[in-house]
T-cell receptor, first 111, second 112 residues
Framework: AQRVTQPEKLLSVFKGAPVELKCNYS??????LFWYVQYSRQRLQLLLR??SRESIKGFTADLNKGETSFHLKKPFAQEEDSAMYYC?????????????FGKGTKLSVKP | KAGVTQTPRYLIKTRGQQVTLSCSPI?????VSWYQQTPGQGLQFLFE???????NKGNFPGRFSGRQFSNSRSEMNVSTLELGDSALYLC???????????FGPGTRLTVT
């Protein structure tokens, strides 16, 4: 079965500390993986996509097919990073609009 | 460019009634996806429409249905509402050939 697991509901770190949001997936093919973010009182929006291998707002995520993981990392957290983060999988290489989401991790960055 | 809009933003319905929610995608986007968000189950995919045709469907009962019009606007309908249908319903639109989904603000449905 296709599944995305985010084991932490809440992650609390201090400003300047490294942060890692965990994401594991279950999928038999070659998935397309994403991180979406929802800041307070804003809409859900795309943060990054695994295939682009970009760093967005200082965040990076590497797809590890052996461990079926796609963890989101940032070396130095900022208060403005506080938000809900969702890992998502697309079974169709991202070309079609059905995403399988994890349940999300709330990141709280304390001053 | 205007974002994805959803109407109404809030709805209160009674068990057994039916409800129709509307989504207007970003101009030029032909794909519209619908998701249900609840505290217990998180974000779950309902269905996707592309050029007036349902392209993908999630694992929801037949009480949940949708359609898309020639201007790409989409509606979803839930018949015979149950208490468990209380949720935030999100729609998202995508440009042809793109992977990025643009989400609307959602419609908060409460079933009493």
């Amino acid at each position: 079965a296709q599944r995305v697991t985010q084991p932490e509901k809440l992650l609390s770190v201090f400003k300047g500390a490294p942060v890692e949001l965990k994401c594991n997936y279950s999928y038999s093919g070659s998935p397309e993986l994403f991180w979406y973010v929802q800041y307070s009182r804003q809409r859900l929006q795309l943060l990054l996509r695994h295939i682009s291998r970009e760093s967005i707002k200082g965040f990076t995520a590497d797809l590890n097919k052996g461990e079926t993981s796609f963890h989101l990392k940032k070396p130095f957290a900022q208060e403005e990073d506080s938000a809900m983060y969702y890992c998502a999988l697309s079974p169709y290489g991202g070309s079609q609009g059905n995403l399988i989401f994890g349940k999300g991790t709330k990141l709280s960055v304390k001053p | 460019k205007a974002g994805v809009t959803q109407t109404p933003r809030y709805l209160i319905k009674t068990r057994g009634q039916q409800v129709t929610l509307s989504c207007s995608p970003i101009s030029g986007h032909r794909s519209v996806s619908w998701y249900q968000q609840t505290p217990g189950q998180g974000l779950q995919f309902l269905f996707e429409y592309f050029s007036e045709t349902q392209r993908n469907k999630g694992n929801f009962p037949g009480r949940f249905s949708g359609r898309q019009f020639s201007n790409s606007r989409s509606e979803m309908n839930v018949s015979t509402l149950e208490l468990g249908d209380s949720a935030l319903y999100l729609c998202a639109s995508t440009r042809d050939g793109s992977y990025e989904q643009y989400f609307g603000p959602g419609t908060r449905l409460t079933v009493t």
